[in-house]
């Protein structure tokens, strides 16, 4: 256990040595800080404007019928999509292009181990992307500094927190996957980015599908956005869509250490 | 120590190593000799469980390289081909890694770290960024590594590829002297660095072994096939130098000096006193007359060129 905790240490500490793990923090502030600063002129607005959730703008869920809303959502889904790519992208790819895979391949480790602590150095890192995002959270919730007491239903946050890390972890095991099939990193990201753009659009890409259809609900039972949409950011937990996200996960990481396993026998 | 039994791996319809066997007794330095694509590597990275063999059996310190991987990469120090590290990192760090990876932790951690980074000659360096090393220094960072859990068994994929003179020496001394502790299999393309490190060599060729055996014995099985050299100032008649006891063939041809004469497998006891009375009565001025015995670099030779 000690060795998992060991790499993972290592694989962890990796993000900051190279500039990819800046380059992904600087995006993701700069388009929740977006996000948050017109969720901020929505919240203290008056009149008939303003919003009943503001988790939902947070997530790119605001009015999609006005174009910023619109510009909204294709920005925050848009990074979603890309963070996970550029963060798996170098895991395994990385050290096989370099040959270290050889060196860490011979070190006393089941190959479990190894895909167990690069997806939590991975993982770990996109929680340390959201971390900061908690700064926006006394004015999402309309916290009253002297009692503590919130002014806004903090469901739909903890939900939303809930499936952004869930989702995440199905996208970044997605991207470990793809990381240990070939050995260019671009390869990798592109793929990675090409498969999750399945799970993000699906659903959202045509508005005249019918829902009834079992096309339509395969659709929705994979898209993320639309589980956010109408579950997570009004503050609904729907087991289906968790347990989409773990069994998922879980079907990426047991792919990935077959991958690693069958490099021995190629 | 390490015991190889008929093994064989094929890439595909290639077959990189064919059935393989050999044996390293524990405490000695074995030289994995061969031509560059010979197997050596993919042997290797068998032993070490980096790669699975189609066939055949490999134990160390008799345990299977493949029923028990982790417990075998356990008791092995192992110097990959190129020796690949972590760019990124510093040395101390990367010792620090690799010991957490192979379960040294703590004070013991600290006191190997220290003791192989003062093995290496890496103490000046462990600050460093292994990026920023030149290649001599990255290689005894790979040697470093593979020292850290003290593991009985050292395997070594050209470790002194890639040096310069100096550095292949002083190598080479480290080497001698973590063989006094460690059981070694170095593999290697330079026939000379067997000679000067190991106790036994194993070539191999195509994927076969071709040769297995102490320094000693390969050197007298090369040496066996000895000729005689004979340089004379003048022409001379091959006829006459025919006819003496002892000599069946010769084969002769002009140098700079005059005219030079090989006596390939002669009775040199019998046939050099005579050809040198020859000389002296027919007056073809002996410049030189000695024995010539095949190196271990004309077997190596000869065996790899014959496949």
Known sequence: MRSTMTLLRREFGAYFLSPIGYVALAIFLAVTGYLFSRTLVQLTATGPLGIEYPM?????????????????????????????????????????????????????????????????????????????????????LDLDWKTWQVGIDPWPVAASYLGVLSAGAMFL????????????????????????????????????????????????????????????????????????????????LFLTVRSLESRRWR | MIHVDKLTKYYGDYAAVRDVSFDVPAGKIVGFLGPNGAGKSTTMRVLTGYLTATSGKATIAGLDVFWDSVEVRRRIGYMAENCPLYKEMRVNEYLKFRAGLKGVYGRLRRQRIDFVLERCWLNDVRR?????????????????????????????????????????????????????????????????????????????????????????????????????????????????VLDLPGCDRVISEQVAVGTRLRFPSPDVQTLAPRLATLAGEKGWGLRELRPERPTLEDLFVEITEQE
Not at chain 1, 71 to 85: A, C
Not at chain 1, 121 to 129: E, I, K, M, R
Not at chain 1, 237 to 251: K, N, P
Not at chain 2, 206 to 219: F, K, P, Q, T, W
Request: aromatic residues 8%.
């Open chain 2, 128 to 240: 460093q960024l292994i990026g920023t090393l030149s290649k001599g220094y990255r290689q005894r960072v790979g040697l470093a590594d593979a020292l850290l859990a003290s593991p009985p068994v050292l395997i070594l994929d050209e470790p002194t590829s890639g040096l310069d003179p100096t550095q292949i020496r002083s190598s080479r001394e480290l080497i001698r002297e973590l063989g006094q502790e460690h059981t070694i299999l170095l593999s290697t393309h330079i026939l000379s660095e067997v000679e000067m490190t190991c106790d036994s060599a194993i070539i191999i060729n195509r994927g076969r072994v071709v040769a297995a055996d102490s320094l000693e014995n390969l050197a007298r099985r090369a040496g066996e096939k000895e000729s005689l050299i004979a340089v004379f100032d003048h022409a001379i008649d091959p006829d006459l």
């Open chain 1, 56 to 140: 939902r703008q947070m997530l790119g869920l605001g009015d999609l019928t006005e174009i910023e809303g619109v510009i909204q959502f294709l920005l925050f889904w848009m990074v979603f999509l890309i963070i996970p790519p550029l963060l798996t992208m170098r895991l395994i790819a990385e050290e096989q292009s370099s040959g270290t895979l050889e060196v860490l391949l011979t070190a006393p480790l089941r190959d479990w181990q190894i895909v167990l602590s690069k997806f939590l150095a991975c993982f770990g890192f996109y929680v340390v992307l959201w971390l900061p995002t908690l700064f926006y959270l006394p004015v999402l």
């Open chain 1, 173 to 252: 095991a997605l991207g470990l996957f793809i990381s240990s099939l070939v050995r260019s990193q671009i390869v990798a990201a592109l793929i990675t980015l090409f498969l999750s753009l399945i799970f993000v659009v699906g659903g959202v890409w045509r508005a005249d599908l019918d829902s009834g259809s079992l096309l339509g609900k395969v659709l929705s039972y994979i898209t993320v956005p639309l589980h956010f949409e109408r579950n997570f950011s009004r503050g609904i937990v729907d087991t289906r869509q968790i347990v989409f996200y773990l069994s998922a996960t879980l079907l990426w």
